[in-house]
Each structure stands twice: as structure tokens, then as C-alpha cells.
């Protein structure tokens, strides 16, 4: 069956290749973004389920699969094939373990800005496909906004790619934020490429152990400082018991700023990370919770409704409000535009049907 892809190592499955508790049939082992499309190819031509894999460190998270054929395992697609190191840009395939690339990019005197978890055995493809956050997103955004070019195999076979080598690419659609996250679900993610940091001169670690009541407030005091932390984590494995709370400062002054930050919050400052940061521990259960900032999700809920008037606390002062975006209310409506609300559009929904103008 699979073993008739030219030139592509299949095997049988053992105890060890099973998917959440799937045992698949057969394992393949591409080498080439060419050979994984012949095999998906093949698969899709026969009705064979797929699931593909890296450094194996997440593939129990989820429900299991409904069947599963060939694992793809992409441990062979493993090179780094262009460190643009002038650009600060990284093209690498997707098997290659996010230590490998730290220890290359390292050497240049850059990063790729990502904290994940099981760093030795985790690969570019499975952080991509899992949209795995660290701490450090807070200051430079998740793997999606690294991602500025990525080359996938859909499960026809067919090759697509998208974006390219230069951070400001807008050519064709983002394929790359469509992928990340998707758990393989879509297609298999071949080769990615990254925009780059340089490594921060100095790294300093503010920690300091809370009540449970003290976390938040300090949080989010640290969060707001203008000595700009690019973390902030919290460490509570004992829900009745206290918290340890860490903030990182990087680059230049890291030691007065967070000097700053342990005015704030207490504790001491040290140049070690600690050893709980970043990590995921008893992944057995995970939730993942996402917030709008303090104050934004209360209003937007109950208010605009269709067919009430304005009011005066809408919109919110210096905004202008129009199908869930907000606008500087010094640059809406824009000067070329008209407003279908006589009386301006400061409010949603306008008195009036009609164009409001763009504000795309």
C-alpha cells in the first residue's frame, strides 16, 4: 500500500506510534517537502486517514483520532535551510526542534522569540500547529505573528505556499494564521519562516511570592510599568496555597528597570530563570482562557443594541464605534466621506439607514 511511494521509508507501526491510544498501520518518514506530498498523495487516493507528527510532545492533547492510518513523522524534514542573519530572518523545515534553532540563531546573536515548552524534543511544525504561547508573547506576539512565510502540504498533495522572506509580504492569502493552531486538521505544515530578534543584552528575573488575593493587582501593576517587562508569569501548583509571581526585563538598564519592578512588587531580582518559567506540567488537562482588557468586554455587551438611541457614556470617549471596530473619533467619519447619521457617527446604530463609509 504506502510502501509503493517511491523513495520514502515506511514501517510498520509499533506500541510506542500510537496516536492519544490510536495505533496506526504503517509510519512514514519523508525527507523532502516532495515526498510528504506523495505520500499524502497516496493516502488520499487509497482513503487513509493521516496524522501528522514531530517531536511527539503534543500529541495526546485533544480528543484522540477517529482513525488513524500513517503517522507521518516529520523527524527527517529536519534542516535549517537560509538564516538570513542581515534581514533577521529564518527559513526553517518543519521537523527542525526548537533547541536546534535557538542554537543556530544563538550563534548569530538572534533569537526567534518563543518560549514553548519541551524545547529539546518540540519541533517548528508542531509549535506552529498547536499555537503554542509562551510567556514572552506578551512583548513580541504569539508564533503566528513570527510567521511571515509557510509552505504546506494539503491532503491531496497538493504544495501551497504563502507569504515570503521580507517581514512586510502581503502577497496572496495569509495561509500561515490559518494553519497555526490547526492540529494537522488542515494539511501538514512543511517549512515555516520567522522574523528574528536580536538576543537582549541582559535578562533579569523579578520574583516574589504573593496571597492568592495579592496576585492579580500586582500583575497587573507590573504589566502597566513603564520599565516594560516582557513577562509576566505566575507559578500556583497548590490552589490553597501562595503564588509565585516572576517578571522578565531584557535589554538595555535590565538591572535599574528591574530594580523598578521590585518597588512594585517585592521579592528579589535575580539573573537565573526560574525553574518552573514557561514550562507545562501534568498536561493531562489543560485550559486555555482568553480575556478582553479590563474594561472593554462590560460595554461592548450591552451596548450598542439595535434601536436604542445614544447615549452619553457611547462610545467611549476619544472612540467612535461602528460593527464591533473603533476608530479615533478625530479621524471618523474620514473627510471624503460622507455620514448617513445627520448627526454625525459617533454612535451605532446610526438614526438613518445607508453607507457610514469604509473604515477598512
Not at 507501526?13 to 498523495?41: H, K, Q, S, Y
Request: glycine share 12%; net charge negative.
Amino acid at each position: 500500500m504506502i510502501a509503493e511511494v517511491a523513495e520514502v521509508t515506511v514501517r510498520d507501526a509499533v506500541p510506542e506510534d500510537a496516536v492519544n491510544g490510536v495505533l496506526p498501520r504503517w509510519v512514514a518518514l519523508p525527507e523532502t517537502v516532495e515526498e510528504i506530498a506523495a505520500v499524502l498523495r497516496a493516502c488520499a487516493e487509497r482513503d487513509l486517514a493521516v496524522v501528522p507528527a514531530g517531536g511527539g510532545t503534543k500529541l495526546h492533547w485533544g480528543p484522540p483520532p477517529e482513525r488513524c492510518d500513517v503517522l507521518l513523522d516529520l523527524c527527517c524534514v529536519n534542516e535549517i535551510l537560509e538564516h538570513a542573519a542581515g534581514d533577521l530572518v529564518v527559513r526553517a523545515q518543519a521537523g527542525v526542534t526548537m533547541d536546534a534553532l535557538a542554537g543556530t540563531l544563538a550563534a548569530k546573536g538572534q533569537e526567534l522569540a518563543l518560549d514553548v515548552p519541551f524545547p529539546q524534543d518540540a519541533t517548528v511544525g508542531g509549535t506552529l500547529a498547536t499555537a503554542l504561547p509562551g510567556p514572552r508573547s506578551f512583548r513580541y506576539g504569539t508564533a503566528r505573528d513570527l510567521l511571515i512565510g509557510i509552505t504546506v502540504v494539503l491532503p491531496d498533495g497538493t504544495i501551497a505556499r504563502s507569504g515570503g522572506k521580507v517581514v512586510k509580504n502581503v502577497a496572496g492569502y495569509d495561509l500561515g494564521k490559518l494553519f497555526t493552531g490547526s492540529y494537522g486538521t488542515l494539511g501538514v505544515i512543511a517549512e515555516a519562516t520567522f522574523r528574528l530578534h536580536p538576543l537582549p543584552a541582559a535578562r533579569r528575573w523579578v520574583v516574589t511570592e504573593l496571597d492568592r488575593a495579592e496576585a492579580a493587582p500586582v500583575a497587573a501593576a507590573l504589566a502597566t510599568s513603564q520599565a516594560e517587562p516582557s513577562a509576566v508569569e505566575v507559578d500556583w501548583p497548590d490552589p490553597g496555597g501562595p503564588v509565585t509571581l516572576a517578571a522578565l526585563v531584557e535589554g538595555a538598564a535590565a538591572e535599574a528597570r528591574a530594580g523598578a519592578l521590585r518597588e512594585l512588587a517585592g521579592g528579589s531580582v535575580t539573573e537565573e530563570r526560574p525553574p518552573w518559567w514557561g514550562l507545562i506540567e501534568h498536561d493531562e488537562v489543560l485550559a486555555e482562557a482568553r480575556f478582553l482588557p479590563a474594561g472593554a468586554g462590560a460595554s461592548s455587551t450591552r451596548w450598542p443594541r439595535p434601536g436604542w438611541p445614544c447615549a452619553a457614556r457611547w462610545p467611549p470617549a476619544g472612540c467612535c464605534w461602528r460593527r464591533g471596530a473603533t476608530w479615533p473619533r478625530t479621524s471618523w467619519p474620514p473627510p471624503s466621506r460622507g455620514c448617513a447619521n445627520e448627526r454625525g457617527c459617533t454612535c451605532w446604530p446610526p438614526r438613518t439607514t445607508g453607507s457610514t463609509g469604509g473604515g477598512r
